[in-house]
């Protein structure tokens, strides 16, 4: 399995400013997601990140908001844009086993508060 | 479109008892299907899956789940709760080459 680490572990923010969020993986993979778990909720997949390519995004998620840095096959960053309480959250990103089917291993989170 | 539901927000059980947590899933086509744990302030551990074959799947911890075709269930079990089990659980259903969707969760109390 990946060992993967995400910094900050939390931060407090102030509302109209931004964030950047780093993940590290112990493993050269090919796809990377990030997720945002809102405040008692379930895992929301926000983009996925190929290594070399634009970021894909899901409904309701957006580049201007979200941009999102691959550089190489270990790392990604994900910046939360011009932050808002409702931006409140934990992030996670995430990389595949290997093969189609298998499970994804997740990093420990980034708890952002903002003010 | 994928979904899957957890029909139960809540589960409590007494220490040494029986556990089960609940989880339903709605797929196109063939169900791969899995478990995830979130002890607090950290991230989701992997439990176990089902791709195929035996219908009841081992995992971490001493967990087991059940997937059942004909009432498109993957029920999670333990035979002996521990305090320590006490946690958010999370099923998933994932189709081939396609997204992870996650259930809404379920947070389990063993109460010693």
């Known amino acids: 399995s990946a060992v993967i680490s995400q910094k900050p572990s939390r931060d407090i923010c102030q509302r109209g400013t931004s964030l950047t969020i780093q993940c590290q993986v112990d493993s050269q993979v090919t796809m990377m997601f990030w997720y945002r778990q809102q405040p008692g909720q379930s895992l929301t997949l926000i983009a996925t990140a190929n290594q070399g390519s634009e970021a894909t995004y899901e409904s309701g998620f957006v580049i201007d908001k979200f941009p999102i840095s691959r550089p190489n096959l270990t790392f990604s960053t994900l910046t939360v844009s011009n932050m808002s309480p409702e931006d409140s959250s934990i992030y996670l990103c995430s990389v595949d086993g290997t093969g189609g089917y298998n499970e994804q291993f997740f990093g420990p989170g980034t708890r952002l508060t903002v003010l | 479109a994928q979904s899957v539901a957890q029909p139960e927000d809540q589960v409590n059980v007494a220490e040494g008892n029986p556990l089960t947590v609940k989880c339903t899933y709605s797929?196109?086509?063939?169900?791969?299907l899995f478990w995830y744990v979130q002890y607090p302030n950290r991230g989701l551990q992997f439990l176990l899956k089902y791709i195929t074959g035996d219908n009841l799947v081992k995992g971490s911890y001493g967990f087991e789940a059940e997937f059942n075709k004909s009432q498109t269930s993957f029920h999670l079990k333990k035979p002996s709760a521990l305090v320590s089990d006490s946690a958010l659980y999370f099923c998933?259903?994932?189709?081939?080459?396609?997204?992870?969707?996650f259930g809404p969760g379920t947070r389990l109390s063993v109460l010693p």
């Open positions: 998933a259903v994932r189709d081939y080459g396609q997204n992870f969707v």
């Open positions: 797929v196109s086509g063939n169900p791969y």
